[in-house]
């Protein structure tokens, strides 16, 4: 178990490496000297935001203050063994030869409001139950990511990773996600409302049991996306959809405008003659699967070849 203590040696340890006094440490981070003792005695610990800065001005990675990274201390709480003669870095090998299985951090149970984890690289985590509001994940590496149960509002995750992420029961309201990755990323049961999708990439994304509504999608790409028993409200679809498929879903104030449909299915949907399609495009099988939905097809062309 990863004590205070034993995360006051580590701190210590890498404090002394390179040669920094705690009052130097503390000037970096902008905190009291104080409050670095308190941590290297095992008093306290920092928030995750100063474990973030402190592994920058260290040169430790994020991981080196986890529980899964063996101890400093020899047993006796004497002699601190340096990190990097005892155990490989992420992706190095260990003596068995297999890969050295990297830490998983879980930041569930949280109530984060304010904070800035912009361009951290290691946020593979859980943040399942928690209440995130006004934060930031500007440019950050958040592929595999699982929020389950979450309130997420107000938050800007513009540029980031977020693919093969799994999103469960969770309400996603007035985000940023402008050019981001979603990219196999799955939705089930999750409201995401009022958020802004610009530019992102929604290639092999699944929407299931969700509420899709009042999003803006201006240049995202749609590519083996799929909702399925899902209610999409006030939403315009553009651009090229491909090998799409929208089945058992509700519709309400959405439109595809300019659109060019490829291979798109649409199966078992209600209301699906109340959706408008404007200046749009579509191969046959597409116009046959909306045909057989009762779907308006006046201002859809059919595209040759």
């Not at 089945?247 to 959405?254: D, I, K, L, P, Q």
Request: net charge neutral.
């Amino acid at each position: 178990m990863l004590t205070t203590a034993i995360l006051g040696d580590r701190i210590a340890h890498a404090r002394k490496k390179v040669n920094l006094s705690q009052s130097q440490l503390a000037g970096q981070l902008f905190i009291s000297p104080q409050a670095v003792g308190k941590w290297e005695r095992g008093e306290s610990m920092p928030d995750i935001i100063t474990f973030n800065r402190m592994a920058e001005i260290l040169g430790v990675d994020l991981n080196y203050f986890s529980e899964s990274f063996p101890s400093l201390t020899d047993g006796t709480g004497d002699n601190p063994v340096a990190p990097a003669e005892s155990v490989p870095g992420p992706g190095e090998e260990t003596q068995s030869g297999k890969p050295e299985k990297k830490p998983v951090w879980d930041m569930s149970g949280g109530n984060w409001v304010d904070a800035d984890f912009s361009g951290l690289k290691n946020l593979h985590e859980k943040f399942s139950s928690s209440n995130m509001q006004r934060c930031r994940f500007v440019g950050s590496e958040l592929s595999g990511l699982l929020l389950k149960r979450n309130n997420v509002e107000k938050c800007d995750f513009s540029g980031s990773d977020i693919s093969g992420s799994n999103i469960q029961h969770s309400n996603l309201s007035k985000n940023q996600f402008i050019s981001c990755s979603l990219r196999e990323a799955a939705f089930s049961g999750s409201n995401v409302e009022g958020c802004d999708f610009s530019g992102a990439d929604f290639s092999g994304v699944s929407f299931r049991s969700a509420a899709f509504g009042s999003n803006s999608l201006e240049n995202s790409i749609w590519n083996r996306s799929s909702f399925i028993s899902s209610h999409i409200d006030n939403i315009v679809f553009g651009g090229t959809l491909e090998e799409c498929s929208f089945e058992n879903c509700a519709f309400s104030r959405t439109k595809f405008v300019n659109a060019t449909l490829l291979n798109t299915f649409f199966k078992n949907n209600k209301k699906l003659k109340r959706v408008q399609f404007i200046d749009c495009r579509a191969d046959k099988l597409t116009l046959a699967f909306l045909k057989n939905g009762n779907a308006d097809l006046k201002r859809i062309s059919l595209l040759e070849g």
